[in-house]
């Protein structure tokens, strides 16, 4: 049994002259919510993108528990995925994607109904279950994209800016999927700029800048070496200090 569920090691990526990931590595043990943070463009969805097998990375390797994704598929079950800005299949209704999304799992048909229906209760898309995503909301979108990514309560979460657009009752349900996930020995990798959103829910936190990882530490540490200081002032200064230290090389 690999003692690291995720294992980012080394991760380069570039689009043409854009360097957007440069020489990152993280591990994700059991029971770590662990925060990507970093600012806008800083290279957060191109980490997850390579993590998930999306993207193949220019130099590096990610293993999920244990196994190296470049060489094998088996992974894909055991990970749940929340895209940046996720793109659904509109001509599909709610329940019609959900239970989709359940089969790619690999679940057996009870398991499908049973996980279907507690996600969309849970989420409140019971009154939409009939509708197209077509014809959804934004905010509402969100939450079959979250749903689809729990089901089957994978051990391991990927969840690219998961409360852009949830309203707090729905941020609060992923909240408490994530912590379940946690509690049953998963591990949850959450990529987002809301730092107060962070500070509440993740133990374990990796600050990158320009595609470069400044810190990865459990979040009690980054505190304590920072004088107990919040994420969000943590982070701001971590931030301008690359900057100031760029413009002073
Ligand atoms: N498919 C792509 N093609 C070209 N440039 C990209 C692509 N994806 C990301 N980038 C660039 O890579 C950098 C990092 O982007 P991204 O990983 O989306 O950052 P973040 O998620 O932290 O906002 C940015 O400069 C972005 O414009
Ligand atoms: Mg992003």
């Given at each position: ?132 995503i077509y014809e959804l909301s934004k905010g509402v979108r969100q939450r079959v ?105």
């Amino acid at each position: 049994m690999a003692t690291y569920l995720v294992e980012v090691n080394d991760l380069w990526k570039s689009f043409g002259k854009i360097r957007a990931v440069r020489g990152i590595s993280f591990r994700l043990e059991p029971g770590q919510i662990h925060g990507l943070l970093g600012p806008n463009g800083s290279g957060k969805t191109t980490t997850l993108r390579c993590i998930v097998g999306l993207l193949r990375p220019d130099r590096g390797t990610v293993k999920i528990a244990g196994e190296e994704i470049s060489k094998t598929d088996s992974y894909k079950r055991t990970v749940g995925y929340l895209p940046e800005n996720p793109s659904l299949p509109e001509y599909l209704t709610v329940e019609e994607f959900l239970i989709f999304s359940a089969k790619l799992k690999g679940l057996d048909a009870e398991r499908v109904r049973r996980d279907v229906s507690h996600l969309m209760d849970a989420f409140g898309l019971v009154d939409v279950s009939d509708r197209l995503i077509y014809e959804l909301s934004k905010g509402v979108r969100q939450r079959v994209a979250v749903s689809a990514s729990l089901v089957g309560e994978p051990p391991i979460l990927i969840m690219d800016e998961p409360f852009n657009g949830l309203d707090p009752e729905a941020q609060k349900t992923t909240k408490d999927f994530i912590n379940i996930t946690v509690e049953r020995g998963g591990a949850v990798l959450i990529s987002t700029h809301l730092l107060d959103s962070a500070e509440k829910i993740c133990n374990y936190a990796s600050v990158i800048a320009e595609g470069t990882l400044l810190q990865s530490s459990p979040l009690y540490e980054l505190k304590r070496y920072n004088g107990g200081k919040s994420l969000e002032e943590i982070f701001i200064e971590m931030v301008s200090r690359r900057r100031i230290r760029k413009i002073d090389s």
